[in-house]
């Protein structure tokens, strides 16, 4: 190859490369994922920290490649020397929202609209209410 096709090879590599930084649609993504976004959402997902805050509950969000949603919620708490246990499954649908920057949550008719600032194939970051949720992949 000759010094002008370098350079051409060099710049097309260029302007590739600095359109893969504008691909992310969610702020703490990295900028490119060979992976689909319904690839990296689907499976088990585990609350680690609610507002910055490691979680008191376990919680975990299951996503459905057939858009079926799961979330668990379990809590134990002792009161006088005795121990409970709480267990509630709640099950509905999700979908995508607003260009797939959101996730559309809908149980028994009640519809959740969380915004998505960050989803990897092992890390998740999720906004409701002005409360973010991070998740992790089971």
Partial sequence: MNRKNNIL?????????LNFQSCSKYDDNPAFS?????????GEWEVV???GQTSSYDITFEFEDD??????????YSYYGLTYTYNYDYTGTWEWGDGKESIEVTIDGSKEDWEISKLTKDEMKLAYD???????KM
């Fill in 67 to 76: 858009n079926d949603f799961t979330q668990s919620i379990s809590y134990t």
């Fill in 34 to 42: 060979l992976s689909s976004k319904k690839s990296r959402l689907v």
């Fill in 9 to 17: 090879l060099l710049a097309a590599t260029m302007v590739t490369v």
């Fill in 130 to 136: 002005g409360t973010e949720v991070e998740f992790e």
């Fill in 49 to 51: 920290k609610v507002d």
